[in-house]
């Protein structure tokens, strides 16, 4: 019978010890060479990036970052190119306007993003000194345009206590689309009246809003389809375990559809508001 001798018995013993351990090795650089290079490129830089600062700088730190830049254009020393130049002046006017500022460091809402988009096919080939500024229109604050019915941290548990259902629309003052809303908004919580309750949380009740939006893995709170967002507390549900978050068209046939069958239980029954008449008929 042949024998293997000990140093031969060693290096079959190391070979399948390599051989053993060499696909976990492989898989582990394969997973931290996606980590450390694939996964940072595949998700764009924050507005605080785009200007070179920390995240959460104040609206004075934007506004000085953003004048570093902006001397260098004027001064000639140097030509921005209108892509670069459009990143970061859209960068500067969120992050100046607190409203804007607040939702987006709390929620990273970016409501504004496709006036943005639009803005670069509007501009694209224009030289930075043909563009006209400012970029964005100015969020308005007024409450008194649509706010009504508006629950706090301080009333939030004595409303969640009645034994009504409860439908809640997550907005800001900041928001476009919350304002454009409001007339949706107010005709819903007529329809709903004496059924269920209705009520408003503002994203500047950070806490309230906070616990109202979903999480992501890293605990960043956030509102996937963004503002309105619009969450219904089903008949004996007190916690926001067991709340129901609505995905549906924002519109007051599928909002008040979705309410009267996926949280009172009841039976689908058409219902069609004038304007809905009015385009099936058209039809």
């Not at 976990?24 to 980590?35: D, E, R, V």
């Not at 600062?53 to 140097?78: C, D, H, L, P």
């Not at 689908?268 to 099936?280: A, F, G, V």
Request: with cysteine.
């Amino acid at each position: 019978m042949a024998r293997v001798s000990s140093g031969g018995a060693a290096s079959l013993s190391m070979a399948s010890t390599l051989k053993a351990y060499s696909i976990p090795l492989i898989m582990f650089s394969a997973a931290m060479f996606f980590q450390v290079f694939v996964i940072p490129n595949s998700f764009p830089l924050n507005h605080y990036d785009v200007l070179g600062i920390k995240r959460y700088s104040t609206v004075e730190e934007v506004a000085q970052a953003y004048e570093k830049f902006s001397s260098k254009w004027n001064s000639g020393m140097e030509v921005p190119e209108t892509n670069n130049f459009l990143k970061i002046r859209y960068a500067f006017e969120l992050l100046t306007d607190p409203l804007w500022k607040r939702d987006y460091d709390i929620f990273f809402i970016d409501e504004q993003i496709s006036a943005f988009e639009n803005v670069k096919k509007q501009y694209s080939g224009v030289s930075f000194s043909g563009i006209n500024l400012p970029l964005l229109n100015a969020a308005s604050s007024d409450p008194g345009d649509y706010a009504f019915n508006v629950i706090t941290s301080n009333d939030f548990h004595s409303v969640l206590e009645k034994t009504e259902p409860l439908l809640i629309q997550i907005y800001s003052f900041g928001s476009n689309s919350s304002r454009q809303f409001s007339n949706s908004w107010k005709r819903i919580a007529t329809f709903l009246e004496g059924v269920a309750n209705t009520g408003m949380v503002e994203l500047g009740d950070a806490r309230l809003a906070t616990y109202l939006a979903e999480k992501k893995p890293t605990g960043q709170p956030f509102f996937r389809n963004g503002l309105p967002s619009l969450v219904a507390f089903p008949p004996g549900c007190r916690t926001s375990d067991c709340l129901v978050r609505y995905e549906g068209e924002l519109s007051v046939d599928a909002v008040t559809d979705w309410f009267a069958t996926a949280i009172l239980n009841l039976p689908r029954i058409p219902y069609y508001s004038k304007e809905s008449l009015h385009l099936k008929w058209k039809r």
